[in-house]
Nanobody
Framework: QVQLVESGGGLVQPGGSLRLSCAAS????????MGWYRQAPGKQRELVAL???????NYVDSVKGRFTISRDNAKNTVYLQMNSLKPEDTAVYYC????????????WGQGTQVTVSS
């Protein structure tokens, strides 16, 4: 069992930055592939970034070069650094544990709202 709690969302102007955090508890964090997903109004939830237990990274094309996923196993935390934010990045961002590049894991956080607007 894994519990996930996201933080760090908010309102930011286009071109700005935010850093999301996801604190995990309840199991062996370092063994899990961790991911960030997002869901915009009226759209399906999509994978944004993934980091494996070994540190392999995957990003959706729309965020490559702007977003960086990282993890600190000592703190049981995964991060998403988001730079050069665009209005189309507006969504609820969710942390996920135990997934792969092709499917999400069964553990989800509650989500944190990111709004990019002037």
């Amino acid at each position: 069992q894994v519990q996930l709690v996201e933080s760090g969302g908010g309102l930011v102007q286009p071109g700005g930055s935010l850093r999301l955090s996801c604190a995990a508890s309840g199991s062996i964090f370092s063994a899990y592939t961790m991911g960030w997903y997002r869901q915009a109004p009226g759209k399906q939830r999509e994978l944004v970034a993934l980091i494996s237990s070994g540190g392999s990274l995957n990003y959706v094309d729309s965020v490559k070069g702007r977003f960086t996923i990282s993890r600190d196993n000592a703190k049981n935390t995964v991060y998403l650094q988001m730079n050069s934010l665009k209005p189309e990045d507006t969504a609820v961002y969710y942390c996920n544990a135990g997934g792969t590049r092709w499917s999400s894991g069964i553990y989800w956080g509650q989500g944190t709202q990111v709004t990019v607007s002037s």
